[in-house]
């Protein structure tokens, strides 16, 4: 199926969801050397963790947040969905290390460390992100904003005011009792961050006006705090098995949680009430929307 069919996808989110995820594991293959490239084994580490699974949420919310915003075709909005995959596979590598989470399972498969060794799941890491930033430059420019924009945005979105301030929150936060307002400082940061970037790309990409990305952002802020909270509740109430993942590391790492700060039947309610108001953000989108908000519903059932 063209991409150009693909934006007239007439079935239910589950077959939207597919055939995005299809479309995006094609574009992410192609987005990397060969395996057999020479140092094979920095690409074959890059390749296994990047072509390992994982929902693809943050590539769909981009081509999704792109047909919010009217676009019919979605080959130009491709590098720019690639680039956050990338980015978000390099730092669950990085995330998984033993100096960090120290984790032996990631979508399913035991961690680039466990499989490549400390130094070339560092370098994997090092190389995917990097990369991230080579797609972006290719991108053709919309009339609207210049690829320094989109370079921009993405160093902001994954540098230490943002992602990697979540992070080292996060790793400061261990063991410490923390307020609500603190866990939220850090879900914004280490999560949300990047979701509202996804849907921010997507749009320019499609060329949006100032109000169409405006209300993709204020949309992101919400759902990106909501996914957090809910992977939060996921952590506490699945099974490592069918997460992919270690499940109750958070607890046992004294981790910094909605949870922990609020209780689960909060946490609940508070995924909720952000995604209500993750709703309200698309209004001024129209219909073209639909699938952004079918999307936030899908992730808030989850957690029930
Ligand atoms: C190391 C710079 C650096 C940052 C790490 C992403 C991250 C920050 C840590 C991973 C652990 C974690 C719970 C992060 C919060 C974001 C999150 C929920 C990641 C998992 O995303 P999913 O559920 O995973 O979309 P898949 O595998 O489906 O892509």
Redesign the pocket.
Known sequence: MTSRKAVRDPGGLSLYLEHRRKLVEKTLSRSLPAASVRPATIHQAMRYSLLAG?????PILTLASAEACGATDLTPVLPAASAVELI?TY??I??DLPC??DDDL??GRPTSHKVFGEGVAVLAGDALLTQAFALLARIKAPKRYPIAVFLEETATAAGSLQ??A??VADLEAEGRKLSIADVRFIHER??AAMVILSLRLGAMAANATASQLKAVTEFGRALGLA??II?DILDVTQSSEKL?KSAGKDLKAAKATYPSAIGLEASRKEAARLTRKAHSSLRSLGVKSARLAQIADHLLSRSF
Do not use: A, E, P
């Open positions: 994982g929902k693809r949420l943050r978000h730092s669950l990085h995330d960090m989470d990631r979508r992602l990697i979540g992070q280490k999560t996914f957090q992977d992919g």
